[in-house]
């Protein structure tokens, strides 16, 4: 019998979080904006880190972005100090070209516009929500239920 390297299981590893990512539509719609979720060692290996209340806000950035065609790959979309975090690079087109400064801006102030709506959300379902602290100096942005949820 043959055994498995250390690397061939995290390689195996690897491979079934990348497929479990690509089946949720979430991904999936917006493949040309998440391929870095292909690339091991990226920051988007592991998909976008944040709760489920802020997906909604990041999947409608991406219905935006799709139809402004400015050639945008996301480098990372995560939570830090309370607040959402998004990383992204350009890339060309659909029609090979490189985006407009036009494009540029516009990207900007959709990333900048869905940033303050985050700020206003509760990351964990979605509801109105505001920057609260924990007793050990964690930030994080949640509604009243879910603060109370977590001992805030």
Request: proline fraction near 3%.
């Amino acid at each position: 019998m043959t055994e498995i390297s250390t690397s061939e299981k995290l390689q195996a590893k690897r491979d079934e979080r990348t497929r479990k990512l690509w089946e949720d539509p979430f991904y999936a719609d917006f493949p040309h904006l998440y391929r870095e979720i292909n690339i091991p060692n990226s920051c988007m290996a592991y998909g976008c880190t944040i709760g489920d209340g802020w997906k909604p806000l990041i999947y409608d950035l991406c219905t935006q972005l799709v139809q402004l065609d400015a050639g945008v790959v996301f480098d990372q979309i995560k939570e830090k100090f309370g607040g959402l975090r998004v990383y992204y690079s350009f890339d060309k087109t659909s029609t090979g070209q490189k985006p407009t400064d036009s494009q540029v801006e516009q990207v900007k102030t959709l990333v900048e516009e869905t940033i303050g709506k985050a700020d206003a959300t509760c990351e964990t379902c979605g509801a109105a929500g505001t920057l609260r602290e924990t007793k050990r100096g964690w930030l994080f942005n949640s509604c009243d239920s879910c603060a109370e949820k977590k001992g805030v």
